[in-house]
């Protein structure tokens, strides 16, 4: 990031970030909109959206109704700067195979809008404000759990799992599941089994939504080399696995209801939600059943469905509360 002078605009101070002779070196000097949207592109603003949207009502279902506005809006905040640090460090790290997939060659590294070294120089400084916030606004517990999460999407997940397991997702996908224990932890300040079973409702979710992303992209990370699933596996075992993963999904969601004690909203809403999950998990296998390959299987149908199943599930879990 640039410092400006006292005779710079922040036009003339935006950064190029891009080696000579690269499509932004030859552009010129960029505007300070253009710069901070390319900071911001790095954070990945719509995968933290769906972290958020487990965040907010664990929060709710943990302070049995409205969750207080100041602690709530920290865990939000700081949260999201966490989420930030790891994608952007997740950027930084991925920044070779970037340019090789059409789903992420526009990332600002892969266009050279934004330098490596100041990649890396925003992922941390957004994960020490994210923990050193954490810790100040709630309680240690919290921030240590932020920590460890962007620690190990960046280090488990995003430099060992990634390319070397086609379970990468499996496991990797942990690190997804923290926001729900963090933000009981901050209001809390301690964990119980209610987050855990939902902890392993986003852990079961993660494998099919991403896995039926990969069947659509299959030739991107086959060109990057990364194993995941649907590159290494048949067609017929990667939709297997993800009923398999989709049965625990529900099977889980529906052990919220004696383990929190809610009300009978939130089951009647799992039961609804997971029979369309299941009945979309189980019309893609239909489609390869009746002979359908690679796009005409239309996989991206489950996966636009699994992430308005999450939202709609988390949503009954903070309206449950509201309604004891």
Not at 157 to 178: D, E, F, P
Not at 203 to 224: Q, S
Not at 292 to 319: C, E, Q, T
Request: charged letters at 15%.
């Amino acid at each position: 990031m640039t410092v400006l002078t006292n005779r710079q605009t922040p036009a003339e101070a935006a950064p190029t970030d891009g080696p000579p002779g690269s499509p932004a070196a030859a552009a010129g000097p960029r505007s300070l909109a253009a710069v901070v949207k390319a900071y911001v592109a790095l954070t990945k603003p719509r995968v933290i959206e769906l972290l958020l949207i487990t965040t907010l009502p664990v929060m709710f279902l943990a302070a049995g109704g409205l969750p207080p506005l100041w602690k709530a809006l920290s865990v939000m905040v700081f949260g999201t700067l966490s989420a930030g640090s790891a994608n952007a460090l997740n950027c930084y790290i991925d920044r070779d195979i970037d340019v090789k997939m059409r789903r992420t060659r526009k990332r600002p590294l892969a266009r050279h809008q934004v330098s490596p070294r100041a990649a890396l120089v925003f992922g941390i400084v957004l994960g020490v404000l994210s923990v050193a916030g954490m810790w100040i606004t709630t309680n240690l517990l919290a921030a240590a759990l932020n920590l460890s999460a962007i620690l190990f999407y960046v280090f488990v997940y995003s430099l060992i799992l990634k390319r070397r397991t086609s379970q990468n997702i499996v496991w990797g996908g942990l690190a997804g599941c923290m926001p729900v224990v963090i933000g009981w932890a901050g209001i809390t300040g301690g964990l119980e089994w209610t987050p855990l079973v939902l902890f392993g409702v986003v852990f079961f979710w993660t494998p099919p939504h991403t896995w039926t992303l990969a069947m659509r992209y299959k030739e991107d990370y086959a060109a990057a080399s990364i194993p995941m699933l649907p590159v290494v596996a048949t067609e017929r075992r990667v939709v297997l696995e993800s009923i398999a993963y989709t049965w625990a999904t529900v099977a889980c969601s529906l052990l919220l209801w004696p383990v929190a004690g809610t009300t009978l909203l939130y089951p009647l809403v799992a039961v609804v939600l997971g029979a369309f999950c299941l009945v979309e998990i189980y019309r893609l296998l239909g489609r390869l059943n009746a002979g359908k390959s690679g796009v005409d299987l239309r996989p991206m149908r489950f996966f636009h469905w699994s992430n308005a199943y999450l939202a709609l599930l988390f949503l009954a879990v903070a309206i449950d509360p509201l309604l004891a």
